[in-house]
């Protein structure tokens, strides 16, 4: 009798020694969405040229330090919530419509979008002023039209998109937390010019307007129920202004491997801290 009580204990201790924990996390499928501040363009290695996509992006440092076992990484320069779902033209050609990569086993998912469908790249380049005033203009008040900014009422439009894009994100995978991540800090106040040639008044301004951007973002994503990752705090003395061993987003004359108002490789280094401490947080 004692030989076979001892014969089954063996026998249940080799069973639960080999039965995984049930603490267990389960390997992540990740999904990463985005525009080029998380595709990470010209910053080493480029895996895809017509995105202008890095391996050590977020999303790809991310996947890396949660131990995820799948990674389908189609942030693409350029992206718009359009192209979410409509095949994006690159100078090599299309690329898929970025929802496809969604699977009914995505676990995680990470979205960053909007900055172009309002056009703040662009408008951040506008302001650019090698002279000041009264040589130089002022581009701020370019954007105020009948006593209404224009970057907000833009902002305040793309509110019913990215409603729809999360319900569209949460109908392709079921099983999957989303995460809307925000955009860091571009201007800081004051500025530094001429270091960064934007003079006072319209670094203060872009500042302004990325952090109403922000914050829209934020908004919707709690409105939706889904998490946000505010890329805008950590990034906060990393801004164009900062030494070249300080700094998280290149100027407009980069001194780093990246695109000029992008993340460099630090920059994405930092947002793939803040990113990995988000999404483990919430398991």
């Known amino acids: ?3 076979r009580t001892l014969t089954l204990l063996a026998a249940l201790w080799l069973i639960l020694s080999l039965a995984p924990p049930a603490h267990a996390a389960q390997a992540e499928v990740y999904v990463a969405l ?7 363009p010209l910053v080493p290695n480029q895996v895809h040229l017509g995105c202008l996509r890095s391996d050590r992006n977020y999303p790809h440092l991310t996947a890396q330090a949660i131990g995820a076992s799948v990674l389908r990484d189609v942030t693409c320069s350029g992206a718009e919530t359009e192209d979410m779902y409509e095949p ?14 969604l699977t009914q086993d995505t676990t995680l998912v990470t979205v960053q979008i909007g ?9 951040i380049e506008d302001c650019l002023n ?12 370019d954007y105020n039209v009948g006593g209404q900014d224009k970057w907000r009422v833009d902002t305040d439009n ?17 099983q999957a937390r989303i995460f809307m991540v925000g955009y860091a800090t571009y201007a800081r106040q004051n500025g530094c010019y001429p270091r960064v040639p934007i003079i006072r008044a319209d670094a203060n301004y872009i500042r302004a307007t990325l952090q109403y951007f922000n914050q829209m973002l934020a908004e919707q994503a709690a409105a939706a129920g889904i998490g946000f990752i505010d890329l805008q705090t950590p990034s906060v003395g990393h801004d164009p202004c900062a030494s070249s061993g300080d700094r998280w ?3 407009y004359v980069p001194t780093s491997p990246a695109a ?12 793939a801290t803040a990113v990995t401490a988000a999404v483990t947080d919430s398991r």
């Open 158 to 174: 793309l509110r019913p998109t990215l409603t729809t894009l999360v319900s569209d994100i949460r109908a392709r995978a079921p």
């Open 260 to 271: 000029p108002f992008h993340p460099n490789a630090r920059g994405m280094r930092g947002f």
């Open 115 to 123: 900055a172009n469908d309002v056009g703040l790249t662009d408008f």
């Open 1 to 3: 009798m004692a030989r």
């Open 88 to 101: 994006q033209g690159t100078e090599l050609g299309d690329v898929a419509p970025q929802l496809d990569a």
């Open 34 to 40: 985005g525009d080029s501040a998380a595709a990470g």
């Open 249 to 251: 987003i290149e100027p």
């Open 130 to 141: 090698i002279l000041p005033p009264p040589i130089g203009d002022a581009c701020n008040d």
